[in-house]
T-cell receptor
Protein backbone atom coordinates (compact mmCIF):
# COMPACT_ATOMS: atom_id res chain seq x y z
CA UNK A 1 0.00 0.00 0.00
CA UNK A 2 1.30 3.44 -0.93
CA UNK A 3 -0.81 5.23 1.69
CA UNK A 4 -1.30 8.88 0.71
CA UNK A 5 0.48 10.12 -2.40
CA UNK A 6 0.82 13.69 -3.62
CA UNK A 7 2.00 15.20 -6.88
CA UNK A 8 4.02 17.20 -7.61
CA UNK A 9 6.67 17.20 -4.86
CA UNK A 10 7.97 20.65 -5.79
CA UNK A 11 6.51 23.48 -7.86
CA UNK A 12 7.48 27.05 -8.67
CA UNK A 13 4.77 29.36 -10.00
CA UNK A 14 4.70 32.96 -11.09
CA UNK A 15 2.09 35.26 -9.57
CA UNK A 16 -1.23 34.81 -11.35
CA UNK A 17 -0.55 31.31 -12.66
CA UNK A 18 -2.87 28.45 -11.80
CA UNK A 19 -2.18 24.88 -10.83
CA UNK A 20 -3.76 21.79 -9.33
CA UNK A 21 -2.22 19.70 -6.57
CA UNK A 22 -3.18 16.05 -6.73
CA UNK A 23 -3.74 13.69 -3.82
CA UNK A 24 -4.74 10.04 -3.72
CA UNK A 25 -5.12 7.47 -0.95
CA UNK A 26 -5.44 3.72 -1.14
CA UNK A 27 -6.71 3.03 2.38
CA UNK A 28 -10.41 3.24 1.52
CA UNK A 29 -10.75 6.25 3.81
CA UNK A 30 -13.90 8.35 3.81
CA UNK A 31 -12.36 11.66 4.88
CA UNK A 32 -9.67 13.67 3.15
CA UNK A 33 -8.04 16.98 4.03
CA UNK A 34 -5.80 19.69 2.60
CA UNK A 35 -3.49 21.64 4.92
CA UNK A 36 -0.84 24.27 4.45
CA UNK A 37 2.20 24.63 6.68
CA UNK A 38 4.21 27.84 6.76
CA UNK A 39 7.75 27.92 8.21
CA UNK A 40 7.82 27.40 11.96
CA UNK A 41 4.07 27.02 12.17
CA UNK A 42 1.49 24.34 12.59
CA UNK A 43 -0.78 23.02 9.92
CA UNK A 44 -3.82 25.01 8.94
CA UNK A 45 -6.82 23.32 7.35
CA UNK A 46 -7.73 24.67 3.93
CA UNK A 47 -10.58 22.37 2.89
CA UNK A 48 -11.81 18.96 3.83
CA UNK A 49 -14.11 16.29 2.50
CA UNK A 50 -15.94 14.14 5.03
CA UNK A 51 -17.11 11.74 2.35
CA UNK A 52 -17.21 11.32 -1.40
CA UNK A 53 -19.30 14.08 -2.93
CA UNK A 54 -18.97 16.56 -0.07
CA UNK A 55 -16.46 19.34 0.59
CA UNK A 56 -16.30 22.02 3.28
CA UNK A 57 -14.14 25.04 4.07
CA UNK A 58 -11.52 24.92 6.76
CA UNK A 59 -9.66 27.75 8.48
CA UNK A 60 -7.99 29.31 5.42
CA UNK A 61 -10.00 28.55 2.23
CA UNK A 62 -9.60 31.88 0.40
CA UNK A 63 -7.77 31.54 -2.92
CA UNK A 64 -8.31 27.78 -3.16
CA UNK A 65 -10.85 25.35 -4.59
CA UNK A 66 -11.11 21.60 -4.17
CA UNK A 67 -12.63 18.63 -5.93
CA UNK A 68 -13.35 15.22 -4.41
CA UNK A 69 -13.09 13.35 -7.67
CA UNK A 70 -13.95 9.97 -6.16
CA UNK A 71 -13.30 8.19 -2.88
CA UNK A 72 -9.57 7.94 -3.58
CA UNK A 73 -8.74 11.37 -4.97
CA UNK A 74 -8.96 14.91 -3.60
CA UNK A 75 -7.41 17.76 -5.56
CA UNK A 76 -6.57 21.33 -4.55
CA UNK A 77 -6.60 24.13 -7.14
CA UNK A 78 -5.00 27.54 -6.99
CA UNK A 79 -6.75 29.66 -9.61
CA UNK A 80 -4.46 32.70 -9.45
CA UNK A 81 -1.39 32.08 -7.32
CA UNK A 82 -0.09 34.78 -4.97
CA UNK A 83 3.23 34.98 -3.09
CA UNK A 84 1.26 34.55 0.16
CA UNK A 85 0.44 31.02 -1.00
CA UNK A 86 4.08 29.99 -0.85
CA UNK A 87 3.96 27.10 1.59
CA UNK A 88 4.17 23.36 2.02
CA UNK A 89 0.87 21.67 1.23
CA UNK A 90 -0.09 18.41 2.88
CA UNK A 91 -2.92 16.11 1.99
CA UNK A 92 -4.25 13.72 4.63
CA UNK A 93 -6.89 11.05 4.93
CA UNK A 94 -8.70 9.29 7.74
CA UNK A 95 -11.43 6.77 8.26
CA UNK A 96 -13.48 9.61 9.72
CA UNK A 97 -14.40 7.55 12.74
CA UNK A 98 -11.05 7.89 14.50
CA UNK A 99 -8.79 10.90 15.11
CA UNK A 100 -5.79 9.40 13.31
CA UNK A 101 -4.96 11.14 10.05
CA UNK A 102 -2.43 9.82 7.56
CA UNK A 103 -0.40 12.44 5.75
CA UNK A 104 1.15 12.49 2.31
CA UNK A 105 4.78 13.61 1.76
CA UNK A 106 3.81 17.18 0.92
CA UNK A 107 4.16 19.58 -2.02
CA UNK A 108 6.59 22.45 -1.63
CA UNK A 109 5.15 25.40 -3.56
CA UNK A 110 6.93 28.67 -4.21
CA UNK A 111 5.10 31.58 -5.83
CA UNK A 112 7.35 34.36 -7.14
CA UNK B 1 -11.02 32.48 18.44
CA UNK B 2 -9.65 28.97 18.54
CA UNK B 3 -6.07 28.48 19.64
CA UNK B 4 -3.60 26.01 21.06
CA UNK B 5 -0.49 27.14 22.88
CA UNK B 6 2.67 25.11 23.24
CA UNK B 7 6.33 26.04 23.86
CA UNK B 8 8.28 26.79 20.71
CA UNK B 9 11.37 24.84 21.68
CA UNK B 10 12.55 22.31 24.26
CA UNK B 11 16.03 20.82 24.71
CA UNK B 12 16.79 17.62 26.62
CA UNK B 13 19.55 15.08 27.04
CA UNK B 14 19.53 11.59 25.57
CA UNK B 15 18.03 9.12 28.05
CA UNK B 16 16.12 11.81 29.94
CA UNK B 17 12.39 12.49 30.22
CA UNK B 18 10.75 15.54 28.64
CA UNK B 19 7.22 16.94 28.89
CA UNK B 20 5.65 19.11 26.18
CA UNK B 21 2.65 21.08 27.37
CA UNK B 22 -0.36 22.24 25.41
CA UNK B 23 -3.20 24.52 26.48
CA UNK B 24 -6.20 24.91 24.25
CA UNK B 25 -9.12 27.21 23.72
CA UNK B 26 -11.42 25.72 21.10
CA UNK B 27 -15.14 25.43 20.59
CA UNK B 28 -16.72 21.99 20.32
CA UNK B 29 -13.66 20.32 21.85
CA UNK B 30 -13.79 16.55 21.58
CA UNK B 31 -10.23 15.33 22.11
CA UNK B 32 -6.54 16.14 21.91
CA UNK B 33 -4.11 14.47 19.50
CA UNK B 34 -0.34 14.59 19.23
CA UNK B 35 1.66 14.39 16.01
CA UNK B 36 5.39 14.10 15.37
CA UNK B 37 7.10 15.69 12.38
CA UNK B 38 10.76 15.29 11.46
CA UNK B 39 12.40 18.06 9.40
CA UNK B 40 11.29 17.78 5.79
CA UNK B 41 8.85 15.00 6.61
CA UNK B 42 5.14 14.52 7.03
CA UNK B 43 3.34 14.57 10.38
CA UNK B 44 2.68 11.17 11.92
CA UNK B 45 0.08 10.38 14.55
CA UNK B 46 1.32 9.59 18.06
CA UNK B 47 -1.63 9.55 20.45
CA UNK B 48 -5.13 10.72 21.25
CA UNK B 49 -6.95 11.55 24.49
CA UNK B 50 -10.70 11.94 24.62
CA UNK B 51 -11.02 11.36 28.37
CA UNK B 52 -9.15 12.85 31.30
CA UNK B 53 -6.08 10.93 32.32
CA UNK B 54 -2.96 9.34 30.99
CA UNK B 55 -2.62 7.21 27.85
CA UNK B 56 0.59 5.24 27.46
CA UNK B 57 2.06 3.98 24.21
CA UNK B 58 5.55 2.60 24.69
CA UNK B 59 7.98 5.40 25.54
CA UNK B 60 5.36 8.04 24.83
CA UNK B 61 2.47 9.00 27.12
CA UNK B 62 -0.16 11.68 26.71
CA UNK B 63 -2.32 13.34 29.35
CA UNK B 64 -5.51 15.38 29.22
CA UNK B 65 -7.34 17.51 31.76
CA UNK B 66 -10.56 18.84 30.29
CA UNK B 67 -11.31 21.02 33.31
CA UNK B 68 -7.97 22.82 32.85
CA UNK B 69 -8.06 22.80 29.01
CA UNK B 70 -4.58 21.33 29.23
CA UNK B 71 -2.66 18.36 28.00
CA UNK B 72 0.90 17.17 27.69
CA UNK B 73 3.04 14.69 25.84
CA UNK B 74 5.64 12.83 27.90
CA UNK B 75 8.62 11.27 26.17
CA UNK B 76 10.74 8.87 28.21
CA UNK B 77 14.18 7.39 27.59
CA UNK B 78 14.86 10.03 24.97
CA UNK B 79 16.73 8.96 21.86
CA UNK B 80 18.45 11.08 19.26
CA UNK B 81 15.80 10.06 16.74
CA UNK B 82 13.17 11.79 18.91
CA UNK B 83 14.55 15.16 17.77
CA UNK B 84 11.58 16.51 15.81
CA UNK B 85 8.66 18.89 16.07
CA UNK B 86 5.65 17.85 18.11
CA UNK B 87 2.19 19.27 17.51
CA UNK B 88 -0.87 19.11 19.68
CA UNK B 89 -4.17 19.23 17.80
CA UNK B 90 -7.71 19.68 19.09
CA UNK B 91 -10.50 17.81 17.37
CA UNK B 92 -14.23 18.28 17.20
CA UNK B 93 -16.77 15.46 17.06
CA UNK B 94 -16.05 14.92 13.36
CA UNK B 95 -12.30 14.65 14.13
CA UNK B 96 -11.51 17.79 12.19
CA UNK B 97 -8.21 19.10 13.62
CA UNK B 98 -6.88 22.49 14.71
CA UNK B 99 -3.13 22.35 15.24
CA UNK B 100 -0.87 24.21 17.63
CA UNK B 101 2.22 25.89 16.18
CA UNK B 102 4.47 23.07 17.34
CA UNK B 103 7.31 22.43 19.79
CA UNK B 104 10.75 21.76 18.40
CA UNK B 105 12.50 19.13 20.53
CA UNK B 106 16.27 18.93 20.37
CA UNK B 107 17.84 15.87 22.00
CA UNK B 108 21.50 16.33 22.90
CA UNK B 109 23.98 13.48 23.43
Amino acid sequence: NAGVTQTPKFQVLKTGQSMTLQCAQDMNHNSMYWYRQDPGMGLRLIYYSASEGTTDKGEVPNGYNVSRLNKREFSLRLESAAPSQTSVYFCASSAGTTPEQYFGPGTRLTVT
Amino acid sequence: GQSLEQPSEVTAVEGAIVQINCTYQTSGFYGLSWYQQHDGGAPTFLSYNALDGLEETGRFSSFLSRSDSYGYLLLQELQMKDSASYFCAASDSSYKLIFGSGTRLLVRP
